[in-house]
């Protein structure tokens, strides 16, 4: 493979980073190509030693999502993330992503569970006082702002195990490449 077949696979790999990104990422290896070629080593034996472009592209992707979830920790860095270290490896999404999967639509089903105990609440506050409930309007506008209360604590826990979760993979990402970078390092 010669330089420019490496850098087009890189570049499009990259797709979708900022560009001020890319060309950081970019000019990087074309360090490596410009050492290498004053140290008298072909394209082709560069190319090979640095690895599939595509891999190198994934991998730097993984690294940059994760910089953003630690920069900004926001549901789209979360989601640029998850999906920037599921990239790397495609047997762990076969094994990762159903565990995965599941684990998020719980904690979905929570949020929702958590913002329709909380309109009932209010409804119960507001309208139960009105309604003739048994033990009197105290009790019924207790009980709406009870379940209110719990469901802002339901909110906040299921918040809570989703920055956990969001942090767990980006352990994993970081675990996983770190497992990848002895035989990266070899090859270059």
Do not use: C
């Amino acid at each position: 493979m010669t330089r420019a077949e490496f850098l087009t696979r890189l570049k499009r790999g990259l797709a979708g980073l900022p560009a001020g990104q890319i060309a950081d990422i970019v000019a990087d290896y074309e360090a490596h190509f410009n050492d290498a070629q004053e140290a008298g080593r072909s394209e082709s034996e560069v190319a090979a030693a640095l690895g599939d472009p595509e891999r190198l592209a994934r991998e730097q992707r993984a690294e940059q999502g994760v910089k953003r979830w630690e920069e900004t920790k926001n549901p789209s860095a979360a989601a640029g993330a998850i999906f920037a270290i599921l990239g790397l490896g495609a047997l762990d999404i076969f094994i990762l992503a159903p565990v995965l999967m599941g684990v998020l639509g719980t904690l979905f089903a929570f949020f929702m569970a958590a913002i329709g105990i909380f309109v009932a609440g209010g409804a119960v506050a507001t309208v139960g006082p009105f309604a003739g409930q048994p033990g009197g309007p105290a009790v019924a506008f207790l009980l709406g702002i009870g379940l209110m209360a719990a469901a802002t604590a339901l909110g906040a826990v299921t918040g809570l195990l989703s920055i956990w979760l969001v942090n767990g993979l980006v352990w994993f990402g970081r675990l996983h490449y770190r497992l990848l970078k002895p035989a990266i390092e070899t090859q270059v």
